[in-house]
Each structure stands twice: as structure tokens, then as C-alpha cells.
């Protein structure tokens, strides 16, 4: 069974060891979710949910909604990623040599549930869910996501920008509206 207290309580012991540490335990955690939703509730909506805030340690339950793409970000933290349910599709994006302030593609990997990735604090991706359906993952970075100042790129130039807190909000949003009109 998930218990969402003894899980944080494993993760915040773990943390300063930092993601290799965190990863076996998230491991864990993904491999029954049906013991997550039992626990937090089926997702039926898109979302981030922050399970654990602390300045040395978010957890959070990302579910993203079908077909949904977000644009490269970095989160400055490292990060484990585990997903429980559907599919999660990275694409890992680097600087560009002759201009830092845009970035180029050089690696994509896909989750599945069960799956877990470890993204170092320098790295930039961006998600997309492949499926027509919520897809859903625990979340948990080397510090205060929220409270980190970041950075993300427009999706076509490819250029650095200050990270907008509100557009994955407005994306949910929409995506769960749109959700609601399908029935």
C-alpha cells in the first residue's frame, strides 16, 4: 500500500544523498498504481499537485492531460521522475554553441508506467503525453521547484524566456475543459 506520509519521510532521509538515492524509492512507490490511487484519488483531472513543499524538497503528482505537449523548461534542480500511469515522451534539449540563449535537440526518452528517470540539475526537456488519455507520475526535485527562479523556451525560436508560472495553469485548465466536453 502507498502511504503518502512514510514515502515523504523516506524521500526527505534520502534527499541528501541526492537523485540516485531517490530513484529506488520512487521505483517502489510507481509499482503498484493502484496502491497511488487508492491513496490520492484516481486522476481524473490534468494537473500538478504538490504532495510535499519544503525548500530542500518538493514531491508533486503530475497528471498531464491527453495529448498535451509542454514547451522546453529547465527546473535548475535535479529531478526523479515515475510514472504510474500512461506515457510520458522527453525530449532533452541542450544550449546551442553559437548562441547559449537558444537550444537544440539531443536526446528524447519515453516513460511508461513503471519507468523512472533521473534529470540532472542542468537539464531541459519538454513533455509530452503520446496517449488520449491522463497520463500520471510522482515528481520529486532537489528543492523548492516553486520557488526557484527558471527559465523555459518559446516552442518555435527556441529562445530563452523567463519561466511563466501561469501557462502550464492555463494549460491545465483548458485541457481539463476540453476533457469535461468529451464527457
Known amino acids: 500500500m502507498f502511504d503518502l506520509d512514510a514515502f515523504v519521510a523516506r524521500c526527505r532521509a534520502a534527499v541528501p ?4 538515492a531517490i530513484a529506488p524509492i520512487v521505483r517502489e512507490a510507481i509499482a503498484d498504481p493502484a496502491a497511488i490511487d487508492a491513496a490520492l484519488g484516481a486522476p481524473t483531472r490534468a494537473g500538478a499537485r504538490v504532495l510535499y513543499q519544503a525548500p530542500h524538497m518538493n514531491v508533486i503528482q503530475f ?10 523548461h529547465e527546473h535548475r534542480l535535479w529531478a526523479v521522475i515515475g510514472l504510474y500511469q500512461g506515457g510520458e515522451d522527453n525530449v532533452y534539449w541542450r544550449r546551442r554553441a553559437d548562441d547559449p540563449k537558444r537550444i537544440e535537440p539531443h536526446a528524447v526518452q519515453a516513460l511508461r508506467p513503471g ?3 533521473s534529470l540532472a540539475v542542468d537539464v531541459i526537456h519538454s513533455v509530452a503525453n503520446p496517449i488520449d488519455g491522463l497520463s500520471a507520475a510522482l515528481h520529486v526535485y532537489g528543492g523548492d521547484l516553486y520557488a526557484t ?4 523556451w518559446d516552442a518555435l525560436a527556441l529562445t ?3 519561466h511563466d508560472k501561469t501557462f502550464a495553469k492555463l494549460a491545465f485548465e483548458r485541457a481539463n475543459a476540453a476533457l469535461a466536453a468529451r464527457g
Not at 544523498?17 to 540516485?20: I, M, S
Not at 497528471?63 to 522546453?72: A, D, K, N, Q, T
Open 63 to 72: 497528471v498531464w492531460p491527453p495529448l498535451f505537449v509542454l514547451r522546453p
Open 115 to 117: 519507468d523512472v528517470a
Open 160 to 162: 530563452e524566456k523567463p
Open 17 to 20: 544523498a541526492g537523485p540516485d
Open 149 to 152: 527562479e527558471r527559465s523555459e
